[in-house]
């Protein structure tokens, strides 16, 4: 197939056409590398964080602390839950975001990429700093880290997880100016706002919402780290301080970094569906508009945290409001991702298995976010296992399965080849269910009163947390076929072409992988993203013209 | 769900139920359109065709915007609904604690400064049902340390590291903890709330049902956090009264000889806190004083 792509243009002659290895291990500002660089260091901290939860859940097959030290325990479910959220798939979301932002609306690079290139390079040593408090005692106060637990419990090891986080937050605000930056102003000519992918959208709410709340935790975080190291008692109530408003400054970040978390995923699966399902999006207006609605309501919720907590009754009724409401935005899309499926011709590929997977276990996590949002019902499950199931099938059941949906998807236009098939759906299969068989039991433990974060438990609680343990197990063996995959399809895969799925959003219509400046021609687009169902290739929907002058 | 012990128990298990069949019926809606969709519209083989362009369709979307946002507020009128009942919004019994808490706060002369500026605020908890202002029958004082529960009857002036109640009486915790959060939770109550240091929390419930009961530490509050339980009894009004009898005798000749007469096996670890426990009545005369 000839298209005005492959024709070379005189003005990249004289740089190279693709990167060499060397290149992703430097201070590059591509932001094609740094996109590459992110997901690669993300997916190591999936493996540290997952070695800590499968730790915690040998140490859980039986009632008794057997296995190690409850301390030690409790090190372990900081460290897993830290890196989850700031080195796992905080990271992975940025690159996404990094990778296919400037592809999708056309643009050479991101706006800043010096800019860009240094929240990268903050990442590794914001997590090296993390493992490295195992050597001076690692945190055991949580991902949390209340005082005045988190200013008892061991203080270097919980100074390093302070600075840590500061390292990552500064990385993840810088990255959040770039796509917003990125976005509004450096779209190709003809794409209008509303032309724009779901994925970008999504970018911009969770980039608004890095923004507004990561400076509330960064503070947070200074303030006890005076209380840590100076003895002040900004939080230590034997001083004076109150400890209840660490908890309003950590959940003013920390319940938006939820949404921070799973935007962009939302994203990944509203340009994954369309594509494998052969449908345009349905409703992508409600879609796009949903995500800023709940970029916003997400700002707005933080006390539900904090039921139990020292809040006043009204509080407790107005967050509950603002929480449910949040179920409205969410439903809106679950319902237009079904509906875009409805009456498709839908790929059973990897990465729509991964979408499928996603909504299916993400529903899960909305209905018991729905009924944790109640008051009354929180006040006997807040700090169970019950939330802990909850929130597991929200970020591991939606966020992860929406990464790699997205991982599947653009592992082609990312590498230049196929991922194999079969090693990609053996991923899935093992997954869906050790995912399911891991959290499922934890609504029911936690319901019958087994509360979260303990070594050790009550006897009668051992049939169920036996079953999370074997379905951990699985998820441990479900990564064997994707790292295997990953090297086998890079080396031995099937060479992709430009556009393998036939899809019509722009990063698909240059080479893949794409040359150094993404595009030998500046794109003009002349369609939506999603105008499938008309039967003509993609070529045809997207008009490339070189026009280097008009620029 | 465990046996619900007290009336709210089972208020509280009536919305969980409602929730239930309403998440039940959405969860089977979506995952029945996933394995339809999965089968029905699957790709067959060699078709290269596209869907019809169907790019969205108004009134189906007002209408699961709509729904969700009715059943979403009749949940929340329902929550708040079972909240009231619960005692949870009472702002005039709030006051009266919060009050209370800068008499009782053992603390020392900053903290009462820090408590003067909190007792204009209200006691955080749960409980008290509005029509029953002055029905409390048994107030009790909750002292939450690492890694125990220490409870204060201040008529007996028994103290003791379980919580023994009489059925059907209402009774009040006023908590406070020693180190760290904690969290006194009651699964069979299904209620909980957070113990905090440097102010007074509340919980008041009314039990039902004779029994044993266990008391979880909900709040991360250490190592052996997971050890952190102890027994709720709720006896029959003589069986109560017995034990009250008992318990009190032993007091007036040595405190600490008491103590160590109530501990149960499980909280003997808990001895040697108790000293510092025995002193906290001497440090708040102390500040009375000053």
């Known amino acids: 197939m000839t298209t005005p792509l492959e024709v070379s243009n005189p003005h990249h002659i004289d740089s190279p056409q693709q990167r060499k290895w060397q290149d992703y291990f430097t201070f590059n500002t591509d932001h094609k590398v740094i996109g590459i660089q992110y997901l690669v260091t993300s997916f190591v901290f999936y493996f540290v964080g997952g070695f800590f939860a499968e730790l915690m859940r040998t140490e859980l097959a039986t009632p008794a602390s057997d296995f190690i030290s409850p301390e030690f325990y409790n090190q372990a479910l900081t460290l897993h839950g830290t890196i989850m959220i700031f080195l796992w798939i905080v990271p992975a979301g940025a690159g996404f975001a990094n990778y296919l932002i400037p592809l999708m609306v056309g643009a050479e690079d991101m ?29 055991q106060a949580g991902w949390t880290s209340y005082p005045p637990l988190s200013l008892l419990s061991g203080k270097w090891g919980q ?8 390292i990552v937050g500064t990385s993840s605000i810088l990255g959040a100016i770039n796509f917003i930056t990125t976005m509004l102003k450096m779209r190709a000519p003809g794409m209008d706002i509303h032309k724009m992918p779901l994925f970008c959208w999504s970018m911009l709410a969770a980039s608004a919402l890095i923004l507004l709340s990561t400076p509330a935790l960064a503070a947070a975080l200074i303030l006890l780290s005076f209380d840590l190291i100076a003895g002040t008692s900004f939080f230590n109530p034997t001083g004076g301080g109150d400890p209840i408003v660490y908890q309003h400054l950590f959940w003013f970040y920390s319940h938006p970094a939820v ?4 935007l962009p995923f939302f994203g990944a699966i509203s340009d994954v569906i369309p594509v494998h399902a052969r449908k345009p999006i349905f409703g992508y ?16 919720v933080w006390a539900h945290h904090m039921y139990t907590s020292g809040t006043p009754g009204w509080l407790r009724l107005f967050f509950m409001a603002t929480t449910m409401l949040i179920a409205v935005p969410t439903g809106i899309k679950i319902f237009s991702w079904c509906a875009t499926m409805w009456g498709g011709k839908i790929s059973l590929n990897s990465a729509m298995l991964f979408a499928i997977g996603f909504v299916s276990s993400f529903v899960i996590g909305g209905i018991t976010g729905v009924m944790l949002a109640s008051v009354p019902l929180d006040i006997h499950v807040h700090d169970t296992y019950f939330v802990v199931g909850h929130f597991h099938y929200v970020l591991f059941g939606g966020s992860v399965l929406g990464l790699f949906a997205g991982f599947y998807h653009w592992f082609p236009k990312m590498t230049g080849k196929m991922f194999n098939e079969t090693l990609g759906r053996m991923h899935f299969i093992l997954t869906f269910i050790g995912l399911n068989l891991t959290f499922m039991p934890m609504h029911e433990l936690g319901l019958l009163g087994m509360n979260r974060r303990i070594a050790l438990y009550d006897p009668q609680f051992q049939p169920l947390n036996q079953l999370s343990t074997w379905g951990a197990y699985l998820l441990a063996i479900s990564s064997l ?6 090297f086998w399809s890079i080396f031995k895969g099937e060479i992709a072409g430009d556009n393998p799925w036939n899809s019509l959003t ?21 369609k939506g993203p999603y105008e499938y169902g008309h039967n003509h290739s993609s070529v045809e929907d997207v008009k490339l013209i070189d026009a280097p002058q008009s620029l | 769900m465990p046996i619900a012990a007290s009336d709210e128990a089972e208020v509280i298990d009536g919305i969980f139920d409602v929730m239930m069949t309403i998440g039940t019926g959405l969860f089977l809606l979506v995952q029945g359109i996933l394995l339809y969709c999965m089968v029905r519209f ?3 083989k060699g078709d290269t065709t596209d869907g019809p362009p169907i790019e969205g369709n108004v009134p189906l979307e007002i209408l699961w915007t709509a729904i969700p946002a009715v059943v979403v507020f009749i949940l929340a009128i329902y929550s708040f609904e079972v909240y009231n009942t619960m005692g949870g919004l009472d702002p005039h019994a709030a006051h009266d604690v919060g009050l209370h808490a800068h008499h009782s706060a053992p603390m020392d002369q900053k903290n009462m400064l820090a408590l003067d500026l909190s007792s204009k605020d209200l006691a955080y908890g749960l409980g008290v049902p ?28 028994i103290v003791t590291g379980e919580l023994h109640v009489p059925v059907g009486k209402t009774v009040e915790l006023e908590m406070e903890a020693n180190d760290v959060i904690h969290a006194f939770w009651l699964p069979e109550f299904r209620i909980k709330q957070d113990v905090i240091p440097g102010r007074v929390t509340e919980l008041v419930f009314t039990p039902n049902k004779v029994g044993q009961y266990p008391i979880v530490c909900a709040e991360l509050c250490g190592a052996y956090h997971g050890g952190m339980k102890t027994v709720l009894y709720v006896q029959s009004p003589e069986d109560y009264q017995q034990w009250l009898k008992d318990n009190t005798v032993e007091k007036s000749e040595s405190t600490e000889t008491q103590k160590v007469a109530n501990a149960s096996p499980e909280t003997e670890f808990l001895l040697p806190h108790v000293k510092s426990l025995g002193l906290l009545p001497e440090l708040e005369q102390l500040h009375l004083e000053h």
């Open chain 1, 111 to 139: 706006a800043f990429p010096r800019l860009n290139a240094i929240a990268f390079w903050l990442t590794p040593p914001g997590g090296v700093l993390l493992l490295s408090s195992l050597l001076v005692g690692a945190p």
């Open chain 1, 159 to 166: 100074e390093l997880w302070i600075m840590s986080l500061l």
């Open chain 1, 259 to 262: 949404y921070i978390m799973i």
């Open chain 1, 285 to 300: 207006r409600a879609i796009a508009y949903s995500s800023l609605a709940i970029s916003f309501l997400g700002l707005i």
């Open chain 1, 481 to 486: 076929p994707l790292v295997i995959g990953v």
């Open chain 1, 506 to 526: 722009l990063e698909w219509q240059t080479s893949s992988p794409p040359p150094i400046l993404n595009f030998d021609t500046t794109p003009v687009v002349v």
């Open chain 2, 42 to 44: 699957r790709r067959r």
């Open chain 2, 130 to 157: 509005s029509e029953s202002e002055d029905q409390v029958d048994l107030k009790v004082k909750v002292n939450a340390m690492q890694y125990a529960w220490i409870f204060n009857y201040p008529q007996g002036g």
